[in-house]
Every structure is written in structure tokens, then in C-alpha cells.
T-cell receptor
Framework: AQSVTQLGSHVSVSEGALVLLRCNYSSSVPPYLFWYVQYPNQGLQLLLKYTTGATLVKGINGFEAEFKKSETSFHLTKPSAHMSDAAEYFC?????????????FGQGTRLTINP | DTGVSQNPRHKITKRGQNVTFRCDPISEHNRLYWYRQTLGQGPEFLTYFQNEAQLEKSRLLSDRFSAERPKGSFSTLEIQRTEQGDSAMYLC?????????????FGSGTRLTVV
């Protein structure tokens, strides 16, 4: 079964510092990988996704992620944190090639930005 | 149509009461998902519709839960005889037909509190 592990339930960085949120996945099929952001009492907003092709994926709000098959990782980065980046971030993997193709989510990482 | 719409945004109910939530997907999206998110956790899959057919249900979906999607448009999720453990955010997502490289668009969710 597919699974996602997000290392670190809480990450705190200073404004302007590098943001690195870690995601490792397990998948028996070619993975489609996603990062979502969730603000308090809101739904999930897609930041970026990897399906096929270029392994470095750029998303909204200056975020990017690199798919590394050999490391089964899909870490999310942003060069310079902004106060508005404070939120919960979820990594997800598609569970199958057919059928529902539902997403399997990690436990989430809460990002705090210090002024 | 700008996104996935969920109503109500918040619902407080007494234990033992029935509740119903509604999801209106993006109009051209034929695939619809329900997820449940408890505090501090990632979303967990509940059920999947393709058009009006409910094709997959999670073991999380007990007999007290029922979902429908009449005419393949909006969907409803009903919980009968609510329990305190049902307190969670219920998220709806939709996807268009065709190739699966598209992301999953989530609604803002319905937060249920059972008292």
C-alpha cells in the first residue's frame, strides 16, 4: 500500500530563511506526488504536483519540490520564508493507476515563521 | 464556477442527531471524493464517486455514514446517530474526466462538532 511520511510535525524558521519540509513516500506504482497547504479552518490548496517529466517542480507562492526516485523523496522548499507562509503543509501520493486513484496523505507539517 | 463548494461550513450537533453535508464540485468534474480530517492529522479517504456511481468506500465509512451523488452533480454525506468521534473536518474534492495528471481540487470543508 502507498504511504507518505512527513519528517517533523512542526518546523519553525525565521522570516527570510530557507524553508525545507521533508516528504518520503512508498509507492508500488509510478508515483504522482502532491503538496497541499491548509490555512486554519480552510480546505486544501494545491501548491504543486509531480506527475511525469521534469523532476524539479515549481509551484505557487515561490515553492518548489524535487522528485528523487532513488531516495523516494519529494521535499518542499522555498528560498525565503514570508510570514504568510505560516500554515499546515501536506504531502500526498496517488494510491493507484486505476480505480479511484485517491490520494494518501502524510500527517502534515505545521510551519511557523518567526519575525 | 470557481471551485468546489461545501455547505455548511460549520455544524454543531448533539450526539445522536443526524447531519447532512453537501458538496458541489466543479461543473465539468465527474469524479468526486470525500475525505475526513481529524485534528492534527492528514485527510483520510472516505468514498469515491464517478458520475453518479459510488465506486469505492473506505472501511472508515461505518454503517452510520451514507453518501449519494444523484445525477452525477452535487453529493451529500449523511451521518446518522452522530458520535463524539465523528467530530472532524469533512472535505470534498473533485477531478475532471480523462487522464489523471490533473490535481484534485478541494473545497473549504465542513467542520462538524458533536457535543
Amino acid at each position: 500500500a502507498q504511504s507518505v511520511t512527513q519528517l517533523g510535525s512542526h518546523v519553525s524558521v525565521s522570516e527570510g530563511a530557507l524553508v525545507l519540509l521533508r516528504c518520503n513516500y512508498s509507492s508500488s506504482v509510478p508515483p504522482y506526488l502532491f503538496w497541499y497547504v491548509q490555512y486554519p479552518n480552510q480546505g486544501l490548496q494545491l501548491l504543486l504536483k509531480y506527475t511525469t517529466g521534469a523532476t524539479l517542480v515549481k509551484g505557487i507562492n515561490g515553492f518548489e519540490a524535487e522528485f528523487k526516485k532513488s531516495e523516494t523523496s519529494f521535499h518542499l522548499t522555498k528560498p525565503s520564508a514570508h510570514m504568510s507562509d505560516a500554515a499546515e503543509y501536506f504531502c500526498a501520493v496517488r494510491d493507484s493507476l486505476q480505480g479511484a486513484q485517491k490520494l494518501v496523505f502524510g500527517q502534515g507539517t505545521r510551519l511557523t515563521i518567526n519575525p | 464556477d470557481t471551485g468546489v463548494s461545501q455547505n455548511p461550513r460549520h455544524k454543531i450537533t448533539k450526539r445522536g442527531q443526524n447531519v447532512t453535508f453537501r458538496c458541489d464540485p466543479i461543473s465539468e468534474h465527474n469524479r468526486l471524493y470525500w475525505y475526513r480530517q481529524t485534528l492534527g492529522q492528514g485527510p483520510e479517504f472516505l468514498t469515491y464517486f464517478q458520475n453518479e456511481a459510488q465506486l469505492e468506500k473506505s472501511r472508515l465509512l461505518s454503517d452510520r455514514f451514507s453518501a449519494e451523488r444523484p445525477k452525477g452533480s452535487f453529493s451529500t454525506l449523511e451521518i446518522q446517530r452522530t458520535e463524539q468521534g465523528d467530530s472532524a473536518m469533512y472535505l470534498c474534492a473533485s477531478r475532471p474526466p480523462g487522464i489523471s495528471v490533473y490535481g484534485y481540487t478541494f473545497g473549504s470543508g465542513t467542520r462538524l462538532t458533536v457535543v
